[in-house]
């Protein structure tokens, strides 16, 4: 419990430095029960005398919060992170974070090859999913570069520039495409770091194996996501999976393959990929057609442009579907299924917006296997649709 006139406690946000650069410490706050890991050049009284002038009563640290490497008890830290670690994505999520961009206790600098660094905080895995729309920068100093001004819309250095536009970016990601392709940019120590590192939009939580495959990995996270965030994954990956799932890309697809930008609309998170846990099975309910997809089996530079045609009660109904995507989609009778997107390039904009479908074939015992994703700004195919359940394999 906690006396409310103290406030809510805040997480500190850093990446590491070095491993020459830093040093372990023994300290009574974790009751010496492991060495905190900080940088040689600062000390955790120093770090908690910026977080009182910033008005702190209480943070949450996580070398001081999750055990690490080099206590007396390295199995009870083994058993410890398979709860702690997924955790930490919960504890920037309800908790607004004071930042550290250049190391732990350190002030905050810019010169060349900072933001390139593998230990700069834009590019570690973990720090994606502690970023936040009302980050409180620590180190800040008046000459720092978050006061740099801009003039005639430009910052006085290029670096500058990359610095405040990385930083602009990175507080606006959520999940979905961007995220995926922003966590191939970045490194960890661990390589399944990067899956563990994607630590919002869950339902549960998974637990954390430091030894897991990635791909297995991968398949827990999924299983775990809400609803609409599984869709958003449904519908950015133009081709099958190749490992396992069809309908959603597999943890090297999503890291190395082109995505599409295309997310649930946040009016319509009704819509989404369910996981039943007791048949191990992922399932839809959508509005869905069936028709004839031609014009879209050839390889051509840029978006290609074909045809659906579906038989209806007035007759023969003909619409145009564009592949914004190199993936070929073979003439065939497909089932396509329908979701209402954001506009991809404007979130919030009142423009027109293309309708998304997955292309897929129907199987028996009312499954369906993904081909590929199409859109279409022709709002009539959609009044003709009917509402069905599909086990997505």
Same mark, same amino acid.
């Given at each position: ?60 640290? #996580? ?25 930490? =994505?919960?504890?920037?999520? #309800? ?14 600098? +810019?010169?060349? !090859? ?9 590019? /570690? ?95 827990? /996270? ?12 449904? +519908? ?28 649930? #609309? ?18 839809? %309910? ?8 031609? =014009? ?5 530079? !840029? %978006? ?10 007035? =007759? ?15 003439? #065939? ?61």
């Amino acid at each position: 419990m906690m006396d409310a006139h103290l406030g809510w406690p805040r997480a500190i946000s850093h990446a590491w430095v070095d491993e020459k650069d830093r040093t372990a410490v023994w300290t009574p706050i974790n009751g010496y029960e492991w060495p905190v890991p900080i940088p040689k050049d600062t000390d955790l009284n120093l770090i908690r005398i910026e977080m009182l002038n910033l008005g702190l009563e209480y943070a949450w640290l #996580d070398v001081l919060c999750l055990r690490q490497v080099g206590g007396g008890r390295e199995d009870l830290r083994t058993e410890e992170w398979k709860l702690d670690v997924p955790t930490i =994505g919960r504890v920037y999520g #309800d908790l607004s974070a004071v930042c550290y961009l250049t190391g732990l206790g350190r002030p905050l600098t +810019l010169k060349e !090859g900072d933001l390139e660094s593998d230990r700069s905080w834009f590019r /570690r895995a973990w720090t994606l999913q502690e970023a936040a729309f009302d980050m409180t920068f620590a180190g800040d100093t008046p000459d720092g570069p978050l006061h740099a001004e801009r003039k005639n819309g430009k910052y006085e250095t290029e670096l500058l520039t990359r610095f405040h536009k990385q930083l602009r970016c990175t507080c606006h990601l959520f999940f979905g495409p961007k995220a995926l392709e922003e966590m191939r940019n970045r490194v960890s120590t661990n390589p399944v770091d990067k899956i563990a590192g994607l630590g919002m939009g869950f339902r549960w939580i998974p637990a954390y194996y430091e030894s897991a495959s990635l791909e297995d990995a991968w398949t827990a /996270r999924v299983n775990s996501m809400r609803e609409f965030v599984r869709a958003d994954l449904f +519908l950015s990956c133009p081709a099958p999976g190749d490992k396992g799932s069809k309908w959603r890309p597999s943890w090297d697809q999503a890291m190395t393959k082109p995505l599409l930008p295309y997310s649930i #609309d946040t009016e319509c998170l009704w819509q989404g990929i369910g996981w039943d846990d007791t048949r191990n099975e992922d399932w839809c %309910d959508a509005r869905c057609i069936e028709g004839l997809v031609r =014009g879209l089996a050839v390889m051509q530079g !840029g %978006d290609r442009h074909g045809e659906f045609i579906v038989e209806c009660n007035d =007759g023969i109904e003909q619409f145009k579907i564009t592949a914004a995507h190199p993936y070929l989609i073979p003439e #065939d009778i497909y089932t396509v299924i329908h979701f209402i997107c954001e506009n991809p390039n404007h979130p919030n904009s009142a423009d027109v917006v293309p309708q998304v479908c997955v292309v897929g074939r129907s199987l028996p015992g009312g499954r369906i296997e993904k081909v590929s994703v199409v859109e279409t700004f022709d709002e009539e195919l959609f009044q003709i649709t009917e509402e069905r359940r599909f086990i997505l394999i």
